[in-house]
T-cell receptor, first 117, second 115 residues
Framework: AQSVTQLGSHVSVSEGALVLLRCNYSSSVPPYLFWYVQYPNQGLQLLLKYTTGATLVKGINGFEAEFKKSETSFHLTKPSAHMSDAAEYFCAVRVNAGGTSYGKLTFGQGTILTVHP | KAGVTQTPRYLIKTRGQQVTLSCSPISGHRSVSWYQQTPGQGLQFLFEYFSETQRNKGNFPGRFSGRQFSNSRSEMNVSTLELGDSALYLC??????????????FGQGTRLTVV
């Protein structure tokens, strides 16, 4: 079974600073990986996804993530934080193994990002 | 193109009652999944429907059920509500049924409060 661990339930940065949100996954088969963002009282919005091929994935709002198979990691970064980035971020994994994996995204516990002026 | 629509946005129910939540997926999407989000348990998969068939189910009691109609709209039902069922219920739709890298598009959720 697959699982996702997000290191740090809260991350605080200053506006203009680097954002780094950590995600490690566990999967017995090649995974598909996603980062979602959630603003208060809203649903989830897809930031980016890893499929196959290029390990550095670029998403919306200046975010990117790098898939590192050897480290089983998919950390999310943004060079310069903006106040509007304050939200909760979720890493998710799906495996393409059919059967019980259909439609199921397994999420990490989430990381709340606070951006200080 | 309209997004995923969930109704109602907010609900308050009493313990022991039942509730039905509705989800209209993006046009052309045939897969609908449901998730429960709580502060303690995070985001947990409830079930997924594809072409009116439940294809996958999470680890929830039988009080949680769902269905999908021929137009891909989906409903989930929770019977005999408990206080612990208070949560944000999120619906997600996918174009071809959650295969591999297909992204899921989420609705804004239904906030259920059980008193």
């Amino acid at each position: 079974a697959q699982s996702v661990t997000q290191l740090g339930s809260h991350v605080s940065v200053s506006e203009g600073a680097l954002v780094l949100l950590r995600c490690n996954y566990s999967s017995s088969v090649p995974p598909y990986l996603f980062w979602y963002v959630q603003y208060p009282n809203q649903g989830l919005q897809l930031l980016l996804k890893y499929t196959t091929g290029a390990t550095l994935v670029k998403g919306i709002n200046g975010f990117e993530a790098e898939f590192k198979k050897s480290e089983t990691s998919f950390h999310l970064t943004k060079p310069s934080a903006h106040m509007s980035d304050a939200a909760e971020y979720f890493c998710a994994v799906r495996v393409n193994a059919g059967g019980t994996s259909y439609g199921k995204l397994t999420f990490g516990q989430g990381t709340i990002l606070t951006v200080h002026p | 193109k309209a997004g995923v629509t969930q109704t109602p946005r907010y609900l308050i129910k009493t313990r022991g009652q039942q509730v039905t939540l509705s989800c209209s997926p993006i046009s052309g999407h045939r897969s609908v999944s449901w998730y429960q989000q709580t502060p303690g348990q995070g985001l947990q998969f409830l079930f997924e429907y594809f072409s009116e068939t439940q294809r996958n189910k999470g680890n929830f009691p039988g009080r949680f059920s769902g269905r999908q109609f021929s137009n891909s709209r989906s409903e989930m039902n929770v019977s005999t509500l408990e206080l612990g069922d208070s949560a944000l219920y999120l619906c997600a739709s996918s174009q071809i049924g959650g295969i591999g890298n297909t992204e899921a598009f989420f609705g804004q959720g239904t906030r259920l409060t059980v008193v």
